[in-house]
């Protein structure tokens, strides 16, 4: 594989395209990947059984082609020439419904997440708030800083993927929580971090990391009696499902998540007709009736 324009490419994702630095780093571990097949194999196909044998998931294996077929798309504009391009097509990846938090789940959550000192219990509560019900990714929520609030607009500014802003409207409840944690709870987690800009901070008086939220979800999911801890995901899936099952229209639910595309908020449709299909079949009378034929 022609590396030569690797560094002009990883340039464009991150200062031209806007992608992370987390993401650029994927990028390069799928570019160094199929580097590495293609000094052993010039045959393209022999491409996915080496990625089986590298331990590769089906949708791990379409993630690595996205990221090769990107680069050679930008090599071909810069006038190479990548026949590579026309006979690398990611494998059909099957498409599950994401499992949401429930309210009950929620409810659970909230609850087991009370520990001693009002100070951390009102952090922990609003942490789940923002995740259930603003829908943000953890690297929004860890990324929140106080300016980011208007207590007088009532919203909070989002750092999507990309660089991407969003103003997110904040709710009665999470707007009075966000300001009881403010006026009287946050200095206390401050410590000698006085000049400490994070929105949330954790128990060292710091901006929380994400194994910080992983910690404290696991912690209050084993209090709650979950078999496993809540995977933070949960939560943005179920604040989709719940604003569609309210009567959410898509575009709103995409503008709020910061979906790029409408198609992945589409994804939610499946899951509430899912729900209501589970509920028809539990409660409705005809469910109960097995044979028709008389």
Not at 43 to 55: A, H, L, S
Not at 200 to 209: A, E, I, M, Q, T
Not at 254 to 282: F, P, W
């Amino acid at each position: 594989m022609d590396h030569s324009l690797w560094i002009d490419f990883f340039d464009d994702l991150q200062n031209v395209r806007g992608r992370s630095k987390n993401t650029v780093m994927a990028y390069r571990r799928d570019l160094e990947l199929y580097k590495k097949f293609t000094e052993k194999s010039k045959r393209v196909i022999e491409f996915f059984d080496f990625m089986k044998k590298e331990g590769l998931s089906t949708r791990s294996q379409a993630r690595v082609i996205s990221s090769v077929r990107t680069y050679l798309k930008f090599c071909e504009s810069k006038g190479m020439k990548c026949p590579d391009l026309r006979e690398l097509r990611p494998p059909k990846v099957k498409t599950g419904l994401p499992k949401a938090v429930s309210v009950e789940e929620f409810e659970k959550l909230f609850r087991a997440c009370a520990v001693e000192g009002e100070a951390r219990t009102a952090r922990n509560q609003l942490t789940l708030l923002f995740l259930y019900g603003l829908g943000c990714r953890v690297s929004e929520l860890i990324g929140l800083s106080l300016h980011d609030f208007s207590p007088t607009e009532r919203w909070v500014k989002v750092l999507g993927k990309g660089s991407k802003e969003r103003l997110i409207p904040l709710t009665d409840t999470l707007y009075n929580a966000l300001e009881e944690y403010l006026k009287n709870h946050r200095s206390e987690l401050m410590m000698d971090n006085k000049s400490n800009a994070a929105l949330l901070l954790n128990d060292r008086g710091h901006r929380p990391s994400r194994v910080d939220i992983w910690r404290w979800l696991a912690s209050w999911s084993a209090k709650a009696g979950f078999d496993e801890p809540v995977h933070p995901h949960r939560f943005r899936h179920g604040c989709a499902t719940a604003l569609l099952e309210g009567g959410a229209d898509l575009r709103s639910i995409q503008v709020m998540l910061g979906h790029a595309s409408i198609q992945t908020t589409q994804v939610y449709t499946a899951v509430t007709t899912n729900t209501a299909t589970k509920a028809i079949d539990e409660h409705h009378p005809l469910s109960k009736i097995k044979d028709f034929s008389g």
